[in-house]
């Protein structure tokens, strides 16, 4: 008992360096996004700087652009999470059978995966959704229709597309990853006790699934909240503010417009949005974390 | 009936493949087009392939600084990552207290903070020590943004490396160090490996704080690229030039580590 207790302390210092610039990177900003969001406080303006307790929060509560930015995010979040896990199932179960090329074809399905955002954005926003070169125009008046300008007329719909093409290769490779952990002769029984392909999906595959989607919507959702390189460089969050979610308002607020107070106000709604999320990641995670295992 | 369902599944597999690589396989051909044939309707689909592209990106000069940029960002924050998690990782699996379980579980959830909540804070302290636009600043905040990832790979790595072997050095009279440097690093060094490559992947194509943090001097290729939604979105063929340039590296290393991939985003929840 003693030897172990002499060799923690004697460790200490190889974990301490971790877990202090840690607890500084996550402490100091967060107390001083809290402090700010008390604060009236302007760079274009740093004279007028004094306490105004929660007129910050009155203010963002009562701006029509937060309302509008939390329902975007929703929309956003929610919209990409059913189209990825949706698209990634069905694509984790046609990869899990054997066809000729399928390993080619798995690295060509999750290659929008590593794509940069901006590059993501830029592609979509010109190559193919540009309402006159794009291809989309084309393979629509070829058919005889109007083309459709996207990011006027459906900037959220274009923002959703854009997001879940680069997330569904992640989905996909998760559950494609959690299929292949299935006994293949409990799949072979069912098959033999004369289930269909459907029942073997409804009955076998997907309640094995259900970890692994639980993780997915949990991952996505952290990294869904904070989209902005799509927004930033398709539609500025407009038109109007019809695409601009919670962290492109904070910028907004803070980094267009230099209004520290607001910004941070909205900064303090996101961590706790994101709080109530993360407790369920958390939570799930825990659970497999089983101590000295 | 089986061969049926086989060549269904065939079709199936590869329309989907195609579909989902479509953008990035049309955006590679564009970038061997001439701006004329980029923006043709109907788009050009056989045409005489042209390297003037590639030629005009590497003749803008500062091409070539925002490669590096990105580079020393990606592989300074993974080294960063790295020096400060094997120590704590290897600890934390040879060494646990009580209360390893709940320090790890708090890293990760420092990983759940959105970089929104911390960004006008981290922008006045950046401003006022002078790392705005700097590359040093953006490998701070890499290495930090990481580190819980890094820490939790290495962790579920260094589990599989067998605990006698480094029990038998510390017998021989081995410190920690010596334990750590001969015999933990060359055991568990395919998946330090894997965690660094992960690490690299996820600060190459970072776009919120690089977009934020830098303006020229410091600015990857995300930014970089970025600067193309301005009036030089018009060059469409250059564009797909300097994206292909920029996607291609990570490309190839994401395909290589799929499996690691999948390991690291899910903290070892899914292997």
Do not use: C
Not at chain 1, 57 to 84: C, H, K, M, Q
Not at chain 1, 155 to 163: E, Q, T
Not at chain 2, 131 to 158: C, E
Not at chain 2, 203 to 230: G, R
Request: aromatic residues 12%; glycine residues 6%.
């Amino acid at each position: 008992m003693s030897q172990t207790l002499d060799s923690s302390r004697r460790t200490l210092p190889l974990v301490a360096p971790s877990v202090v610039v840690l607890f500084l990177w996550m402490i100091v900003p967060l107390a001083m996004t809290i402090y700010f969001s008390l604060l009236r406080y302007n760079l274009l303006d740093p004279g007028s700087r004094g306490f105004a307790g929660i007129d910050n929060f009155v203010f963002l509560l009562t701006d029509p652009a937060f309302v509008t930015s939390i329902w975007n995010t929703v929309v956003l979040v929610g919209s990409v999470l059913i189209l990825t896990v949706v698209g990634g199932t069905l694509m984790a179960v046609l990869f899990d059978q054997e066809f000729p090329g399928r390993g080619v074809a798995r690295v060509l399905a999750i290659a929008p995966f590593f794509v940069m955002p901006t590059v993501a954005a830029l592609v979509w926003k010109n190559l193919m959704m540009h309402p006159v070169n794009g291809l989309f125009a084309w393979l629509l008046s070829s058919i005889g229709l109007e083309p459709i300008d996207w990011f006027t007329h459906y900037p959220m719909l274009s923002v959703i597309l854009i997001v879940a093409w680069q997330w569904i290769p992640f989905a996909f490779l998760i559950l494609l990853t959690a299929i292949q952990s299935l006994d293949p002769e409990q799949k072979e029984a069912a098959r033999l006790d004369g289930a269909s392909g459907l029942e073997l999906f409804r009955f076998i595959i997907l309640p094995h699934l259900k970890r692994a989607i639980s993780v997915v919507v949990m991952i996505e959702t952290i990294f869904l909240l904070s989209v902005f390189a799509e927004i930033r460089i398709t539609t500025s969050g407009g038109p109007g503010t019809d695409t601009t979610n919670l962290t492109y308002l904070v910028f907004q607020f803070g980094l267009q417009q230099f209004d520290i107070g607001s910004a941070s106000a909205g900064g303090i709604v996101a961590v706790v949005l994101a709080n109530v999320v993360a407790f369920f990641l958390v939570r799930s995670v825990a659970r497999e974390l089983k101590p000295g295992a | 009936m089986r061969a049926n369902n086989t060549l269904r599944t065939t079709v199936l597999g590869w329309a989907v493949a195609l579909l989902m690589f479509f953008p990035i396989g049309w955006m590679a051909l564009t970038a061997f087009k001439t701006e004329l044939q980029a923006v043709s309707t109907p788009p050009v689909l056989f045409f005489k392939p042209t390297l003037e592209n590639f030629a005009a990106v590497f003749e803008r000069g500062d091409y070539l600084k925002f490669t590096l940029n990105s580079v020393l960002v990606s592989f300074g924050s993974t080294f960063l990552a790295l020096a400060l998690a094997v120590p704590a990782a290897y600890r934390m699996v040879f060494h646990p207290t009580p209360r390893t379980g709940s320090t790890l579980l708090w890293m990760l959830s420092t990983k759940m903070m959105p970089p929104v909540g911390v960004l006008v804070p981290i922008y006045l302290l950046f401003r006022d020590a002078g790392l705005l636009d700097t590359v040093t600043g953006l490998v701070i905040v890499y290495a930090l943004m990481n580190l819980p990832i890094v820490v939790w790979m290495l962790y579920t790595y260094f589990k599989d490396v067998p605990r006698e072997i480094l029990e038998a050095g510390r017998v021989d009279g081995a410190s920690a160090w010596q334990e750590v440097q001969i015999l933990l690093l060359p055991l568990a060094w395919p998946g330090i490996a894997s965690t660094g490559l992960l690490n690299v992947i996820l600060a190459w194509n970072e776009a919120f704080w690089s977009l934020n943090l830098t303006t020229s001097k410091a600015a990857p290729l995300t930014a970089f690229i970025a600067a193309f939604s301005s009036p030089e979105g018009l060059f469409w063929a250059k564009l797909s030039a300097a994206s292909l340039l920029a996607i291609a590296p990570i490309l190839v290393v994401g395909w290589f580590s799929q499996k690691q991939l999948v390991r690291g985003l899910t903290f070892g929840a899914v292997k």
